[in-house]
Protein backbone atom coordinates (compact mmCIF):
# COMPACT_ATOMS: atom_id res chain seq x y z
CA UNK A 1 0.00 0.00 0.00
CA UNK A 2 0.80 3.77 -0.57
CA UNK A 3 2.23 5.87 2.18
CA UNK A 4 3.97 8.94 2.86
CA UNK A 5 6.35 9.72 6.44
CA UNK A 6 7.14 12.49 7.30
CA UNK A 7 10.39 12.47 9.43
CA UNK A 8 9.81 15.59 12.01
CA UNK A 9 6.17 15.83 13.63
CA UNK A 10 7.50 19.58 15.28
CA UNK A 11 10.47 21.71 14.09
CA UNK A 12 11.21 24.34 16.08
CA UNK A 13 13.33 27.50 14.43
CA UNK A 14 14.24 31.23 14.86
CA UNK A 15 13.69 33.57 12.33
CA UNK A 16 16.15 33.57 9.51
CA UNK A 17 16.78 30.01 9.89
CA UNK A 18 16.73 27.48 7.00
CA UNK A 19 14.04 25.19 6.75
CA UNK A 20 14.42 21.59 5.55
CA UNK A 21 11.17 18.76 6.07
CA UNK A 22 11.30 15.56 4.72
CA UNK A 23 9.37 13.69 2.95
CA UNK A 24 9.19 9.87 1.67
CA UNK A 25 6.72 8.00 0.13
CA UNK A 26 6.84 3.96 -0.80
CA UNK A 27 5.37 3.61 -3.91
CA UNK A 28 7.42 2.10 -7.11
CA UNK A 29 5.07 4.02 -10.10
CA UNK A 30 4.72 7.12 -11.54
CA UNK A 31 3.24 9.58 -8.74
CA UNK A 32 1.97 13.04 -8.26
CA UNK A 33 3.71 14.96 -5.18
CA UNK A 34 2.30 17.88 -3.11
CA UNK A 35 2.62 19.77 -0.40
CA UNK A 36 0.24 21.54 1.87
CA UNK A 37 0.64 24.06 4.40
CA UNK A 38 -1.87 24.29 7.38
CA UNK A 39 -1.92 28.14 8.49
CA UNK A 40 -3.77 28.81 12.38
CA UNK A 41 -7.05 28.28 11.76
CA UNK A 42 -7.71 27.93 7.92
CA UNK A 43 -7.87 25.56 5.55
CA UNK A 44 -5.25 23.47 4.00
CA UNK A 45 -3.74 25.23 1.20
CA UNK A 46 -1.13 24.35 -1.51
CA UNK A 47 1.95 24.87 -1.40
CA UNK A 48 3.38 23.52 -4.15
CA UNK A 49 3.73 20.62 -6.32
CA UNK A 50 5.13 18.31 -8.59
CA UNK A 51 4.09 16.14 -11.92
CA UNK A 52 6.51 16.37 -14.23
CA UNK A 53 9.73 17.63 -15.95
CA UNK A 54 12.41 19.50 -13.55
CA UNK A 55 12.52 17.95 -10.05
CA UNK A 56 13.04 21.23 -8.48
CA UNK A 57 9.85 22.67 -7.97
CA UNK A 58 9.55 26.04 -6.74
CA UNK A 59 5.93 27.54 -4.73
CA UNK A 60 4.53 29.86 -3.41
CA UNK A 61 5.95 32.10 -0.46
CA UNK A 62 9.77 31.12 -0.87
CA UNK A 63 9.26 27.46 -0.91
CA UNK A 64 10.74 25.10 -2.81
CA UNK A 65 10.78 21.36 -3.44
CA UNK A 66 13.48 18.85 -5.05
CA UNK A 67 11.99 15.48 -6.47
CA UNK A 68 14.50 12.47 -5.87
CA UNK A 69 13.11 9.91 -7.32
CA UNK A 70 15.96 7.18 -6.49
CA UNK A 71 15.59 8.15 -3.12
CA UNK A 72 11.04 8.29 -3.31
CA UNK A 73 11.80 11.62 -1.21
CA UNK A 74 10.23 15.08 -1.67
CA UNK A 75 12.26 17.84 0.78
CA UNK A 76 10.84 20.71 1.37
CA UNK A 77 12.89 23.64 1.93
CA UNK A 78 12.77 27.77 2.54
CA UNK A 79 15.71 29.26 3.17
CA UNK A 80 15.00 32.10 5.36
CA UNK A 81 11.99 31.33 7.25
CA UNK A 82 9.68 33.73 8.74
CA UNK A 83 7.52 34.27 11.58
CA UNK A 84 4.51 33.83 9.63
CA UNK A 85 5.59 30.63 8.62
CA UNK A 86 4.61 28.43 11.39
CA UNK A 87 1.74 26.40 10.54
CA UNK A 88 1.41 22.57 10.21
CA UNK A 89 2.96 21.46 6.84
CA UNK A 90 1.88 18.17 5.11
CA UNK A 91 3.25 16.08 2.02
CA UNK A 92 0.78 14.17 0.13
CA UNK A 93 1.09 12.04 -3.25
CA UNK A 94 -1.19 10.35 -5.74
CA UNK A 95 -0.66 7.54 -7.62
CA UNK A 96 -0.93 6.91 -11.55
CA UNK A 97 -2.27 3.42 -10.55
CA UNK A 98 -4.98 4.61 -8.62
CA UNK A 99 -5.94 7.12 -11.84
CA UNK A 100 -4.98 9.69 -9.30
CA UNK A 101 -8.08 9.79 -7.83
CA UNK A 102 -7.06 10.29 -4.31
CA UNK A 103 -4.09 12.10 -1.78
CA UNK A 104 -2.11 10.04 0.74
CA UNK A 105 -1.26 12.15 3.62
CA UNK A 106 2.00 11.70 5.63
CA UNK A 107 1.05 12.71 9.47
CA UNK A 108 2.03 16.48 9.41
CA UNK A 109 5.15 18.62 10.57
CA UNK A 110 4.23 21.53 13.19
CA UNK A 111 6.78 24.22 12.21
CA UNK A 112 6.66 27.01 15.17
CA UNK A 113 9.07 29.88 13.95
CA UNK A 114 10.19 32.04 16.78
CA UNK A 115 10.97 35.98 16.53
CA UNK B 1 -18.83 30.95 -4.04
CA UNK B 2 -14.89 31.50 -4.45
CA UNK B 3 -14.06 28.32 -2.81
CA UNK B 4 -15.26 24.66 -1.09
CA UNK B 5 -17.50 25.52 1.57
CA UNK B 6 -18.44 22.92 3.98
CA UNK B 7 -21.59 23.26 6.73
CA UNK B 8 -21.96 22.83 9.52
CA UNK B 9 -18.70 24.02 10.65
CA UNK B 10 -19.00 22.27 13.75
CA UNK B 11 -21.35 19.44 14.85
CA UNK B 12 -21.96 17.98 18.23
CA UNK B 13 -23.76 14.61 18.57
CA UNK B 14 -24.68 12.08 21.03
CA UNK B 15 -23.16 8.43 20.20
CA UNK B 16 -25.67 6.65 18.45
CA UNK B 17 -27.63 9.37 16.68
CA UNK B 18 -27.11 10.20 12.63
CA UNK B 19 -25.28 12.84 11.10
CA UNK B 20 -25.18 14.97 7.68
CA UNK B 21 -22.30 16.65 6.60
CA UNK B 22 -22.45 18.57 3.73
CA UNK B 23 -19.68 20.17 1.54
CA UNK B 24 -20.51 22.62 -1.52
CA UNK B 25 -17.35 22.22 -4.08
CA UNK B 26 -16.01 24.80 -6.62
CA UNK B 27 -18.64 25.94 -9.71
CA UNK B 28 -17.20 23.30 -12.49
CA UNK B 29 -15.39 20.87 -10.14
CA UNK B 30 -16.27 17.08 -11.38
CA UNK B 31 -14.32 15.37 -8.98
CA UNK B 32 -14.85 15.77 -5.36
CA UNK B 33 -13.28 13.98 -2.56
CA UNK B 34 -14.20 13.63 1.56
CA UNK B 35 -11.38 13.00 3.69
CA UNK B 36 -10.75 12.45 7.45
CA UNK B 37 -8.49 14.06 9.77
CA UNK B 38 -8.02 12.80 13.19
CA UNK B 39 -5.68 14.79 16.07
CA UNK B 40 -1.77 15.03 15.19
CA UNK B 41 -2.74 13.14 11.95
CA UNK B 42 -2.78 13.78 7.71
CA UNK B 43 -6.32 13.25 6.13
CA UNK B 44 -7.38 10.34 5.61
CA UNK B 45 -9.35 9.39 2.23
CA UNK B 46 -12.69 8.16 2.68
CA UNK B 47 -14.12 8.53 -0.78
CA UNK B 48 -13.89 10.24 -4.37
CA UNK B 49 -17.03 11.02 -6.74
CA UNK B 50 -16.32 11.97 -10.76
CA UNK B 51 -19.54 13.65 -11.20
CA UNK B 52 -22.65 11.75 -9.62
CA UNK B 53 -21.57 8.65 -9.21
CA UNK B 54 -18.81 6.90 -6.29
CA UNK B 55 -15.92 6.22 -8.37
CA UNK B 56 -13.64 4.93 -5.02
CA UNK B 57 -15.05 4.57 -1.93
CA UNK B 58 -12.52 2.38 -0.74
CA UNK B 59 -11.72 4.71 2.27
CA UNK B 60 -15.08 4.32 3.73
CA UNK B 61 -14.11 2.95 7.07
CA UNK B 62 -17.82 0.98 7.81
CA UNK B 63 -21.01 0.80 6.30
CA UNK B 64 -22.32 3.25 8.66
CA UNK B 65 -20.33 5.91 6.15
CA UNK B 66 -22.34 6.88 3.10
CA UNK B 67 -22.31 9.50 0.63
CA UNK B 68 -24.19 10.90 -1.86
CA UNK B 69 -23.99 13.45 -4.69
CA UNK B 70 -27.27 13.33 -6.48
CA UNK B 71 -26.53 16.26 -9.19
CA UNK B 72 -22.84 16.09 -9.62
CA UNK B 73 -22.19 19.60 -7.54
CA UNK B 74 -23.28 19.48 -3.64
CA UNK B 75 -22.40 16.05 -1.55
CA UNK B 76 -23.41 14.91 1.91
CA UNK B 77 -21.85 12.50 4.13
CA UNK B 78 -23.73 10.88 6.32
CA UNK B 79 -22.92 8.50 9.20
CA UNK B 80 -25.49 6.47 11.21
CA UNK B 81 -25.60 5.00 14.48
CA UNK B 82 -22.17 7.72 14.84
CA UNK B 83 -19.58 6.60 17.48
CA UNK B 84 -17.08 8.44 19.65
CA UNK B 85 -14.11 7.08 17.28
CA UNK B 86 -16.01 9.00 14.96
CA UNK B 87 -15.03 12.17 16.06
CA UNK B 88 -12.45 14.20 13.71
CA UNK B 89 -13.03 16.93 11.09
CA UNK B 90 -13.94 15.55 8.10
CA UNK B 91 -12.62 17.37 4.82
CA UNK B 92 -14.14 18.28 1.65
CA UNK B 93 -11.87 18.96 -1.23
CA UNK B 94 -12.57 19.41 -5.41
CA UNK B 95 -10.58 19.75 -8.44
CA UNK B 96 -11.42 20.35 -12.28
CA UNK B 97 -10.95 16.79 -13.04
CA UNK B 98 -9.13 13.43 -11.03
CA UNK B 99 -5.64 14.01 -10.77
CA UNK B 100 -5.75 17.57 -10.87
CA UNK B 101 -4.76 20.00 -7.52
CA UNK B 102 -7.29 19.68 -5.09
CA UNK B 103 -8.99 22.75 -3.40
CA UNK B 104 -9.65 22.30 -0.05
CA UNK B 105 -12.79 23.30 2.30
CA UNK B 106 -12.43 24.30 6.15
CA UNK B 107 -13.81 21.22 7.11
CA UNK B 108 -16.47 20.14 9.65
CA UNK B 109 -15.31 19.22 13.61
CA UNK B 110 -17.66 16.37 14.51
CA UNK B 111 -17.81 15.41 17.86
CA UNK B 112 -19.69 12.60 19.20
CA UNK B 113 -20.58 12.31 22.96
Known amino acids: AQSVSQHNHHVILSEAASLELGCNYS??????LFWYVQYPGQHLQLLLK??????LVKGIKGFEAEFIKSKFSFNLRKPSVQWSDTAEYFC?????????????FGAGTRLAVHP | GAGVSQTPSNKVTEKGKYVELRCDPI?????LYWYRQSLGQGPEFLIY????????DSGLPNDRFFAVRPEGSVSTLKIQRTERGDSAVYLC???????????FGPGTRLTVL
Open chain 2, 93 to 103: ASSLTAGNEQF
Open chain 1, 27 to 32: YGGTVN
Open chain 1, 50 to 55: YFSGDP
Open chain 1, 92 to 104: AVNAHSGGYNKLI
Open chain 2, 27 to 31: SGHTA
Open chain 2, 49 to 56: FQGTGAAD
